[in-house]
């Protein structure tokens, strides 16, 4: 085996870390979303009733 190579190995992952992981997935998610919906709100209120106003 060459050194400093990356090989590939069956690694066993326990049921704690598959935990771990998903409660990470899932915060990752819900921040996510909450920044798409800030950026939304915010566009929106910046817009504001001005959306309505414009020549189409």
Do not use: D, H, P, S
């Amino acid at each position: 085996m060459a050194e400093g190579k990356y090989t590939r190995e069956n690694v066993e992952i326990t049921e704690e870390q598959l935990k771990a992981r998903r409660a990470r997935n899932v915060a990752i998610g819900l921040v996510l979303a909450a920044f798409v919906a800030i950026m939304y709100f915010v566009t929106w209120t910046k817009l504001g009733i001005n959306i309505f106003n414009r020549e189409l």
